[in-house]
């Protein structure tokens, strides 16, 4: 599926089975229909929360079986009908855009996580159940991907979240390491942003790392889309570490070379890294 933004990490891509493709479009449709009311464009606050709502009613609808003359929400309604998709976790996610609109600073990581619950977690629960393998390990397991990854973006957006007045770096660490807001206005990289930025990209990788058990719970093509997900995830990782801490003037993507040695971990013909700080020594592969 063509992905217009810039996120690096791929949705229903060619590792999947065929059969799954179009339903995991009809949720990227929706997680990504909702998450640019609260973020694109140059709408009132007001505005967006009304058009969040919205996606509420539709949601209100196929909850109570009536017909949407949308074509777009006729696909979502199916999909969750036939996979019998929890609707709280599509009201989790339209929970987390909006607190996008109407908060923009975080007290404590536990805040942070608490953020990443509903507007991560939820996506990798609803694969889970897709996949028919939502049991409580894998449900776990994927709860821990799912806030890395969302915990890699926050490193690798920092500049970008200043621009829409949004610091998802804890506060109390900020201010516990002398960091203020005028570093990432100003994009100061200096020793106390290092050690802020480098503390937030180890939990990351910390995370993705208690997860990596999954892929291999998850038998044949949705064993190895996740695989490549995790290696996706350590590769950035290891892009944000070259940086520095930098990612103002230096924002990492992922490269075709990156994408290839993803591809080959996903086959399981290069190892797998065992611990989460050993990204940070890979200048390589």
Known sequence: MP?????????????????LRRPVEAIYWFARGADDLADEGEHPAAWRLAALDGYRQHLAAIEAGKPDVDPAWQRLGAVIAQYQLPL???RDLLDAFTQD?????????????NYCRRSANPVGRLLLHLFGHANEPNLRDSDAICTSL???NFCQDVGLDWQKDRIYFPLDEMKALDVTEAHIAQGIVDAPWQRLFMLQLERALASLHAGRGLPGRLPGRIGLELRAMVAAGER??????ATGGDVFRRRPVLSRADWLVILLRAFQLLPARRAAHSAF???TL
């Open 3 to 19: 992905v217009a933004h810039y996120e690096n990490f791929p949705v229903a891509s060619m590792l999947l089975p065929p059969r």
């Open 88 to 90: 709280d976790l599509f």
């Open 101 to 113: 609109v109407v908060q923009s600073r975080y007290a404590d990581f536990a805040d942070v996580e």
């Open 150 to 152: 969302q915990l890699l």
């Open 236 to 241: 950035i990782g290891v892009r944000l570490h």
């Open 281 to 283: 020594s890979a200048t």
